[in-house]
C-alpha cells in the first residue's frame, strides 16, 4: 500500500529518515535502506538540512526508488527559487518520487559553507501553494502545464515550549493545510503525555498527524538536547535510566521503541531519525513491535 493510501485510509505509516552523502559513496545509503525494505512504508530524505551539503534529496529519492522503496523528500526555499523549484519538483514526479514534505530551511549560520547566499524566494505557505498549482497544470507564472504531476504533500510543524504556542503552532498548521498540506510531521518531544496533547490538538484539524521519534546515541547526546533543546522535554529520568543501564546503546534503542509504541495508540504514523545510526533502525522497529 502507498504512504497516500496509508494516510487516506487511516492506518499507520512507518517512515524512517536518511540522509544522502557527502560524496559519491552510496554504498552504506543503499545498505541500510535494503535491511528495511518491506518493514517501513517511505524514507524521508532531507535536502542539505542544516546547512550542511551533500547529495540533493532529488537523487536520494531516485535512489530509493531503484530499491523499491517508496520516497518523501523534503523541498524549501532556502536554496532554490520559484523556477528551479518548480523545475526540480517536475523532475521529481517523472523520477517516481510523488512524496513532499515542505520544510522551513535551517539558517546557514551552523552550516559548512556559511559565505553560501539564502535565497528565500518563497515561504513555506507559498511553497505549498506552488505545489498545488502545478497539480492543477499550471505553473506559477500561470502557464499550462504539457501534462500534471501528482504529489502527496505535508508540512513540518515548528518545535513547541507551552500550551501558548502550541495553540500559535495549530492555528499556523491551519493556514498551511488551507494553502494545500494533506498531512502534518510534528516535532520529536521525549514527554508522551505533553507529544499525546499535542497530538491530539492537531488531530482537531482533520488530515493525518504524523509523530517524529529521535534516536538518542548516549548520555552526552541527552545531556546537550535537554539543555540545548527545552522543547524537547528530555527529563532527567531518562538520562538517568540511559546512564545506569549496563548496555547503553540497547537503552537507546528500547527508549525509541518505547516511544513508538506509545505514539502508534495516538498518531497516524511515526518518523524515525537516528542521525547517523540508520543501521540500527531495524532493531528499533524489533523494538516498536513494527
Known amino acids: 500500500m502507498s504512504f497516500q493510501a496509508k494516510l487516506s485510509s487511516g492506518e499507520f505509516a512507518v517512515l524512517a529518515e536518511m540522509n ?4 559519491i559513496d552510496i554504498s552504506e545509503l543503499i545498505t541500510n535502506v535494503r535491511y528495511l525494505k518491506s518493514r517501513i512504508d517511505t524514507i524521508v530524505i532531507p535536502d542539505m538540512d542544516n546547512g550542511v551539503m551533500h547529495m540533493s534529496a532529488l537523487a536520494g529519492g531516485a535512489l530509493m526508488r531503484q530499491q523499491g522503496i517508496e520516497p518523501l523528500i523534503h523541498v524549501y526555499g532556502r ?3 520559484r523556477m528551479a523549484l518548480q523545475g ?6 517523472v523520477l517516481g518520487i510523488h512524496n513532499l514534505l515542505v520544510v522551513q530551511g535551517e539558517d546557514m549560520a551552523n552550516g559548512d559553507h556559511q559565505d553560501a547566499v539564502p535565497v528565500n524566494d518563497l515561504d513555506e505557505i507559498a511553497l505549498l501553494r506552488m505545489v498545488g498549482s502545478l497539480t492543477r497544470g499550471s505553473d506559477m507564472a500561470g502557464f499550462e502545464l504539457k501534462g500534471t504531476p501528482e504529489f502527496t504533500v505535508g508540512c513540518a510543524i515548528a518545535p513547541i515550549a507551552d500550551a501558548a504556542q502550541l495553540k500559535q503552532e495549530v492555528e499556523a498548521a491551519k493556514k498551511k493545510i488551507d494553502a494545500g498540506a494533506q498531512y502534518l510531521l510534528l ?5 508522551s503525555l505533553f507529544y499525546t496533547q499535542m497530538i491530539e490538538a492537531f488531530k482537531a484539524l482533520k488530515v493525518p498527524v504524523i509523530a517524529s521519534v529521535f534516536l538518542l546515541k548516549n548520555v552526552g547526546m541527552a545531556r546537550y538536547i535537554s539543555i540545548n533543546d527545552p522543547n524537547s522535554r528530555l527529563s ?7 546512564r ?5 546503546e540497547n537503552e537507546c534503542i528500547s527508549i525509541a521503541g518505547e516511544m513508538i509504541r506509545s505514539l502508534k495508540k495516538v498518531s497516524q504514523g511515526v ?14 522497529l524489533d523494538s516498536a513491535g513494527l
Open 79 to 81: 536554496d532554490r527559487n
Open 244 to 248: 545506569k543501564a549496563k548496555d547503553r
Open 88 to 93: 526540480d519538483l517536475l523532475a521529481a514526479h
Open 187 to 191: 516535532p520529536p518531544v521525549f514527554d
Open 271 to 284: 518518523k524515525i531519525s537516528a542521525l547517523g545510526w540508520e543501521d540500527r533502525l531495524p532493531a528499533i
Open 20 to 23: 544522502t552523502p557527502k560524496g
Open 236 to 242: 532527567e529520568d531518562t538520562i538517568r535510566r540511559i
